[in-house]
């Protein structure tokens, strides 16, 4: 039954964890985009959407990784 449960929010946060990373822009669009992605890095202009894909991305690349300890010790 907790096996069950387990493999189903698992699986959950997989879906959601493939959906987080294909939302987001491409980090290398050839020379120029690599030299405005600098430039916002530089300069602290990286906020919106981006920023909270690549914050729900990590947080549920956590919550996949404990869900898989969890699943492995069972």
């Known amino acids: ?3 069950g449960i387990i493999s189903g929010f698992q699986l959950l946060v997989a ?3 493939i959906i987080s990373v294909l939302l987001q822009s491409g980090k290398s669009a050839g020379v120029s985009g690599s030299i405005a992605g600098g430039a916002e890095t530089l300069f602290g ?3 919106g959407l ?3 894909l690549a914050r729900v991305t990590t947080v549920l690349a956590v919550v996949f990784g404990v ?3 969890i699943a492995a010790a069972m």
Do not use: A, G, P, T
């Open 1 to 3: 039954m907790l096996e």
């Open 15 to 17: 879906l959601l964890l």
């Open 45 to 47: 202009k990286k906020k």
């Open 50 to 52: 981006d920023e909270r």
């Open 67 to 69: 869900l898989c300890l």
